[in-house]
């Protein structure tokens, strides 16, 4: 569950940030592909929180190309190249060709809907098809989409990555949010981050299912 999670907050930036009008700080709920988390951003930052892993903070900072996680609970934090490999659409480093296809209420938000054809400037042959749902109301900002990337090899097949924001509130990000305590230990592995969560699980109980987070692969992820 781990490894999944972390490859879903390292893959997945939502930018958000279309037009100049769109919120650049803002709280919400996210669902990526069937798994529901909390996410805070601000100038281009990140802040990822499963509720059913406690303690656990991502933090992602692509201006900084990097990946931090945080253990609250251990008090310490590990840093990582930021990858991308299934980019999200308002990427600030994305180009992006749109045509409107319609207008549509998503989570009682008035949107317009696109068809999107989008790649990264550094990466142009690498390019992903979606649509996606800007919020009127918003600025624009992009409260769901559906990426299919062209050039997935799972299984033989472009991968679709779904996301859809709800419970939004704009200006409710603090910098503080962003930031690593002075005080947190920097580590060199997710052994030293997780390991103590992993190993000290609780055994499974008889007739009961195995209480130990595994890793999941989420079937919904993959079309």
Request: contains cysteine; negative net charge; hydrophobic residues 35%.
């Amino acid at each position: 569950m781990y490894k999944y999670l972390l490859a879903l907050c390292l893959l997945l930036i939502v930018a958000g940030v279309v037009d100049a009008a769109a919120p650049d700080n803002y709280t919400a709920k996210m669902t990526l592909s069937g798994m529901s988390v909390t996410v805070a951003y601000m100038d281009n930052k990140m802040r990822i929180e499963n509720p059913s892993i406690n303690g656990i903070v991502f933090i992602n900072l692509p201006d900084a190309k990097k990946s931090i996680t945080v253990s609250n609970d251990a008090k310490s934090y590990m840093e990582q190249p930021l990858r991308q490999d299934v980019p999200s659409p308002g990427d600030k480093n994305a180009r992006v060709d749109k045509e409107k296809t319609g207008n549509e209420t998503v989570n009682d938000h008035p949107c317009t809907k696109y068809n999107v054809t989008f790649y990264l400037k550094d990466r142009p042959k690498a390019r992903y098809d979606g649509v996606i749902w800007e919020a009127d109301d918003l600025g624009g900002l992009i409260i769901k989409y559906e990426v299919k990337s062209s050039d997935s090899k799972r299984k033989g097949k472009a991968s679709t990555v779904k996301m859809e924001l709800t419970d939004i509130k704009v200006g409710a990000a603090d910098k503080s949010m962003f930031e690593v305590p002075k005080t947190y230990k920097r580590v060199s592995s997710m052994q030293d981050i997780l390991g103590a969560d992993v190993d000290s699980a609780t055994p499974p109980v008889d007739g009961q299912p195995d209480a130990t987070p595994k890793e999941q692969h989420n079937d919904e992820v993959y079309e």
